[in-house]
């Protein structure tokens, strides 16, 4: 979802599914569309994921300042550094932990098998076996 032309995707491999979301800790009695037309364009959201994060909150006519961050994104709210975090979320306890909350889903998310277009476009007739392989082994209708 960063680099959507950068690679192939060649095979859903079904494992780590979670989902890829907005959260954070709104106001007392605000709801997420409240909070988001209080804030417009002026929101701070800290993630490790830019471009899927800016392409989200582009979908509302929203250009949020985006913080790129690694490590405890959970943190950024808590010390000021921004609004609202995009991250990866499988069970939400963590965010529950940090006093945050799962405000909206951007994506549903899985492993994937992926090739480099171009070792994709030399090397497919090596490759293409592994991937029908994998495929019978996780499960054939990915």
């Known amino acids: 979802m960063e680099e959507p032309e950068g690679y192939y995707e060649l095979l859903d491999l079904g494992v780590g599914a979670c ?56 943190l950024a709210p808590q010390v000021g550094v921004a609004d609202l975090i995009v991250d990866l979320v499988e069970t939400g306890r963590t965010l529950k932990a940090n006093g945050l909350f799962e405000l909206a889903e951007i994506a549903a998310v899985t492993a994937r098998l992926i090739a480099n277009p171009v070792s994709y476009r030399f090397k497919s007739q090596a490759i293409n076996p592994l991937v029908g392989r994998m495929r019978e082994l996780v499960g054939g209708s990915r």
């Open 19 to 74: 989902r890829l979301s907005v959260a954070g800790a709104l106001p007392a009695g605000q709801s997420w569309q409240e909070f988001l037309a209080s804030k417009g364009n002026l929101i701070r959201v800290a993630t490790k994921h830019p471009q899927a994060t800016q392409r989200y909150f582009a979908t509302m006519g929203l250009s949020p300042r985006v913080i790129g961050l690694r490590g405890a994104l959970e």
